[in-house]
């Protein structure tokens, strides 16, 4: 197996791509499908793998530069790293890569190219082409299809994963579907939800005959550095006064901010986290029962929630589950976040459990925000409950 | 929700644009194309639209000055320019507010992606409704990409200002495509701003947007006014 590098996909590709096999992300117009083969290419390339980029639309320096954005540089990994230049023969600029194209337009020549890369590369390696869809445009449909299955049979050949990214351009029904469907042994999915505008990314597996497909789309950001991070637009984080709820979406947040009032929210308070491949907003409701107006309009579209709860302070739990009522996060993932563990007096999680008459299925985890203890490990559950894992 | 061109006496005799229109201008080379796609995208700034500007034949940097030199009060913050040039040239140019980097003319997944980021930057988070895009030019990006390919491109994009509705402006060179080219890019809008030589230098007109097109104007380009005589 070859992981991909992307967060969550491997889980549902169940470890990556076998070695000999094939991969699409296939994207669809406007949205950014292009950083999923990089992101794929790097990640190899870190975890001792060969990479090779097939450049079609680009500038070999110019990749370079693009991946130094993400944070990835590929030259440190030496001669496990090539490009292949398919494209400076076409703007009739000299390269000096190890494997050029001399004719972009002429299939034939970067097949030869592709073929002494796949000999040339320390077994397994990876193959990602930068745009299928460029090498269609220029090298003609059928032609292009030809030649990709001759590059997959490769690829079974030599051990080596290909990596595809293509975007969906209006080429033929039967291209489109023989892209997405029958050339290669799995196809991700990248899309964008398509309102006036684009209003948001994702991705998802459609096949992958390794193993079953689950049938889940994640939304997703593209940072720099970072690349593709899996995003959760709306986190609740709610519970009864001073429970520890602002102090919680701090220790989260890599920047957060609080609209306060002599220490106490009034408003709201909002963080942004990004760990482990994963990226979200979060907003903190007010425990005070004069603000539960706002708790109800901070509530809405909602993925999961965190009840805070002060673990020294049974007298308030019944307001906690209150607030989940007001915030009406029944049916949402929640975790129950049990505050204040290293306090006097402060519950366990199961006791917890007990006093609120929770079920066995709603997790409680303990933590101490002012510290970060356990803040994340609560973050990962619920991400793990949001995502479907 | 309609648009002005920002021409006057063409502006007088089509009437308003209505939402989601797709507009080629074609001319011959030095006919000052750029400031007239520039006036137009400026009249859109005026009009307090959105302004998204694909640029194949200058720098970003030139393209935001133009508006500068001309406007001393631009809402810089409504303008975004892709631009395709700058990278191609060898130089190392991170991305602005402004001004998103395109690998090359070739690179029409990059091209279609920064495009679709500043519509959704002035929809979503500016709350801007009203958005113009304009391609100059079209030309530049069929000197590497063969037509099929840029037809694909801008059916999708086209069909992207009508869902929008924006005002789509699609600028290319007369005399550097054949007629198979021309007719076949003309299936995808709904006018046309037509710009030919004459004995006094350049005129213009449109066509399309009335039963008949508008007569032909002799024109003078003055900063971000265009005056036309005749």
């Known amino acids: 197996m070859i992981a991909t590098g992307i967060p969550k996909l491997d889980d549902y590709l169940h470890g990556g791509v076998p070695i000999g096999e094939t991969l699409v992300y296939y994207a669809h117009p406007g949205v950014e499908g292009a950083v999923f083969g990089m992101q794929s290419l790097f990640h190899a390339l870190s975890t001792g793998i060969s990479g090779v980029y097939v450049a079609s639309s680009t500038e070999p320096r110019r990749i370079r530069e693009q991946l130094g954005e993400f944070g990835w540089d590929v030259d440190a990994y030496g001669d496990r790293f090539a490009i ?101 042994d799995s196809t991700v999915s990248v899309g964008g939800i398509v309102g006036d505008v684009i209003f948001g990314q994702y991705f998802g597996v459609l096949k992958a005959n390794w193993t079953d497909v689950v049938r889940k789309y994640i939304l997703f950001k593209v940072l720099k550095p970072g690349g593709v991070r899996a995003y959760i637009p709306k986190i609740l984080v709610t519970g009864p006064f001073d429970a520890g709820k602002s102090t919680f979406v701090h220790a989260l947040s890599t920047r957060a901010v609080s609209v306060d009032r002599f220490g106490t929210t009034i408003a709201l308070d909002h963080g942004h986290v990004d760990h482990k491949g994963f990226a979200a907003d979060i907003f903190g409701t007010p425990g005070q029962e004069r603000f539960d107006p706002i708790i109800k309009l901070l509530s809405g579209e909602a993925m999961g929630v965190f009840l805070v709860l002060d673990s020294t302070r ?71 409950m949001v995502t479907g894992v | 929700m309609t648009y002005k061109l920002g021409i006057s006496r063409l502006d007088e005799l089509i009437g308003d644009i209505k939402s989601g229109t797709n507009i080629m201008m074609i001319g011959p080379p030095i006919s000052r194309k750029d400031d007239i796609t520039n006036i137009i995208a400026h009249q859109g700034l005026l009009d307090a639209n959105a302004v998204v500007i694909v640029s194949t034949r200058e720098p970003g940097n030139n393209v935001l000055e133009w508006f500068e030199r001309y406007d001393s009060d631009v809402p810089v913050d409504r303008i975004g320019i892709v631009d395709c040039v700058t990278r191609t040239l060898g130089f190392g140019a991170s991305d602005t507010d402004n001004i998103k980097m395109a690998s090359s003319p070739v690179d029409l997944t990059g091209i279609g992606v920064k495009i679709s980021q500043f519509l959704e930057h002035f929809w979503m988070e500016m ?11 079209l030309s ?14 801008l059916h999708v994009f086209t069909g992207r200002m009508k869902a929008a509705n924006a005002l789509g402006i699609y600028v290319i060179e007369e005399g550097m495509h054949d007629e198979k080219t021309i007719v076949t890019l003309k299936q995808l809008f709904d006018g046309m701003i037509e710009i030919r030589g004459s004995e006094e230098g350049y005129q213009i007109r449109a066509v399309g947007f009335t039963p008949k097109p508008t007569p032909w104007f002799d024109y003078e380009v003055d900063g971000t006014n265009i005056v036309l005589r005749g």
């Open chain 2, 127 to 137: 709350q801007l409704r009203e958005t113009r895009l304009c391609i100059n030019s």
């Open chain 1, 84 to 184: 292949i230049d398919a494209f400076s023969g076409l703007i009739g600029a000299d390269s000096h890569e190890r494997y050029v194209v001399a004719d972009p337009g002429d299939v034939r020549s970067l097949t030869q190219c592709i073929h002494n890369a796949m000999e040339d590369l320390r077994e397994p390696g990876v193959l990602v082409f930068e745009s299928l869809s460029t090498i269609m445009d220029l090298c003609g449909e059928s032609e292009t299809l030809d030649a990709i299955e001759e590059w997959n049979q490769y690829a079974m050949l030599y051990d080596h994963v290909m990596i595809y990214n293509f975007t969906a351009w209006p080429y033929s029904d039967d291209t489109l579907l023989s892209i997405k469907e029958n050339i290669c």
């Open chain 1, 314 to 384: 049974s007298e308030d739990f019944a307001r906690g589950k209150q607030m989940l009522e007001i915030t009406r996060s029944f049916g949402l993932p929640v975790v129950i976040v049990a505050n204040k563990q290293d306090c006097d007096g402060a519950l366990t999680p199961e006791n917890i459990r007990d006093k609120l008459d929770m079920p066995e299925n709603i997790l409680i985890m303990p933590a101490v925000a002012t510290t970060g203890e356990g803040v994340f490990e609560a973050f990962e559950t619920l991400i793990d």
């Open chain 2, 140 to 153: 530049t990006i069929l000197m590497y990409s063969n037509l099929q390919t840029v037809f694909r491109f």
